[in-house]
């Protein structure tokens, strides 16, 4: 076991394809063979105005044109990683997610504030400084690690119904006849 | 077919007879208000209704629209997104779904032997998301537009929705923006480089309808706390590629349909018994100058 080996570092990382967008052109032949061909990614890079690397991954439904934004990619420019993965944003209800987390404010926090704010003017040096340690858990900081959040991504609600969406063009015949039905209702 | 001929004059005063294609937006603020759309569809005879945030369901209204105005009002499909409920009384027009985005929904606009993209968008509201969110929200819409340009080959789009923006705000108007002018002779050259690109023009109508000087409401909402400093804000727009400027023929903003008023007593939007924001309606037309 190597002590100075880079810990999460494997050997797989250091050889190609390592980019983002390598292992996104991955997945988009991954989509093509299982799909059969139905199903395809497009890449789109473009530059932010922050002067960072982005990639919109797009799912493309062949043969009907149709497409789908589902996530983008970041990250600095001619350095590819620490990238991050942008999910598109969920616009579904909560009663449909998986899971979610609920925010509570207690009841009390409004008086403690005023009270806080209130101490802070009497004694400066009273002031506590809270910090807040936010994680993004979307970002990579190996392809390894790269790989497998994008599988996580692939795997969200809001692209597999995005997905759905854009194959389910067959049923839309059917959903038209139960629109017309529950219209005449 | 709501589809109508009407007598219009251009800009150089010549009589023309086209088809008239009307779309309506609303933003109902997730509130019931099924009677008022019935009545707004009826007093426009609008070809397209697009209801944004509207918490009835598509199916529900859909029904209200046949049984109160006209009975051809159908729900064009595909369509993904939820966020805008759009009914149609013209399969002519096509409005199927072709690309979704965040927050956006691309219809084919099917138009006088053109194919038109209709992007139906829904920008992040100032209460709820913070400058830096609203601006890379807007970066996205660019690449998202950029991206319907490229893959459907085709730049004739029409953006209709609630922007929450000004078309004073500078991404309305920066190149790198939506790069949108003021009047269609600014619109009219085509094209401005930036740097080392060329970014094409679009034409944003809604500035016409700016103030008191003008025949409607200064705007389409009104908010006087820190978030609307302006008072009246042009927060629902639409604007259009400079290639469509000679299919549009205007935009109005709407106060009331029928019985109903969407206006309270200072004439703003009456949040109360309607929507905090005012119906806008935009008209096509197509044909030859005679």
Not at chain 1, 29 to 45: A, M
Not at chain 1, 122 to 138: G, V
Not at chain 2, 66 to 95: M, T, W
Not at chain 2, 111 to 134: C, K, P, S, T, W
Request: charged share 25%; proline share 4%; hydrophobic share 35%.
């Amino acid at each position: 076991m190597s002590r100075f080996w880079p810990e999460g570092l494997s050997i797989s990382d250091i050889q190609s394809p390592y980019s983002p967008y390598s292992i996104l052109e991955n997945a988009r032949e991954e989509w093509e063979t299982i799909s059969d061909g139905v199903l395809t990614l497009v890449l789109q890079s473009s530059e932010s105005e922050d002067s960072n690397a982005i990639i919109t991954v797009h799912a493309k439904h062949i043969p009907t044109n149709r497409t789908a934004a589902l996530f983008s990619i970041i990250h600095r420019l001619k350095e590819p990683y620490p990238v991050t993965i942008r999910p598109r944003n969920e616009n579904i209800p909560n009663f449909l997610k998986k899971s979610y987390q609920l925010s509570r404010t207690s009841a009390g926090s409004a008086v403690t504030k005023v009270v806080a704010e209130l101490e802070a003017i009497n004694n400066p040096m009273s002031i506590k400084k809270t910090q807040e340690l936010i994680t993004n858990k979307w970002v990579s900081d190996t392809p390894s690690e790269f790989r497998k959040k994008l599988a996580d991504a692939f795997n969200l609600s809001v692209i597999k119904s995005a997905v759905l969406n854009l194959t389910s063009s067959a049923s839309f015949e059917s959903q038209s006849e139960d629109d017309d039905n529950a219209a005449q209702e | 077919m709501a589809a109508t001929t009407v007598k219009m004059k251009n800009e150089a005063g010549l009589a023309r007879m086209p088809p008239l294609s009307r779309i309506v937006f609303w933003n109902v603020k997730r509130k019931d208000l099924t009677d008022a759309v019935c009545a707004l569809a009826k007093s426009t005879a609008a070809d397209v209704i697009i209801l944004n945030e509207n918490s009835v369901s598509s199916s529900k209204t859909l029904c209200a629209l046949r049984q109160n105005v006209a009975g051809d009002f159908y729900i064009p499909k595909p369509a993904s997104e939820d966020r805008f409920h759009c009914f149609c009384r013209n399969s002519a027009l096509d409005l199927s779904e072709i690309h979704s985005g965040f927050r956006t929904s691309v219809r084919k606009y099917k138009f006088e032997n053109q194919m038109f993209l209709l992007v139906l968008l829904h920008g992040l509201d100032i209460r709820n998301y913070d400058d830096e969110a609203r601006r890379s929200f807007m970066q996205d819409l660019m690449r998202d537009l950029k991206f319907i340009r490229e893959d459907k080959e085709n730049n004739k789009l029409i953006l209709l929705g609630d922007f929450n923006l000004n078309p004073y705000d500078r991404v309305m108007n920066s190149a790198a923006g939506l790069n949108a002018m003021m009047t269609r002779a600014c619109a009219a050259k085509g094209t401005r480089q930036h740097a080392t690109k060329k970014y094409d023009f679009y034409y944003n109508p809604m500035w016409s309808l700016l103030g008191d000087n003008t025949k409607g409401p200064a705007g389409t909402a009104y908010d006087t706390s820190n978030q609307g400093p302006y008072g009246w804000s042009m927060l629902d727009q639409v604007v259009l590629h400079h290639s469509i400027i000679p299919f549009f023929n205007k935009v109005e903003i709407l106060t009331e349909a029928g019985e109903y008023s969407f206006m309270d007593k200072n004439g703003r939007p009456d949040a109360k018994n309607a929507s905090d924001h005012f119906p806008i309606s935009v008209d096509f037309s197509g044909g030859h100058y005679e």
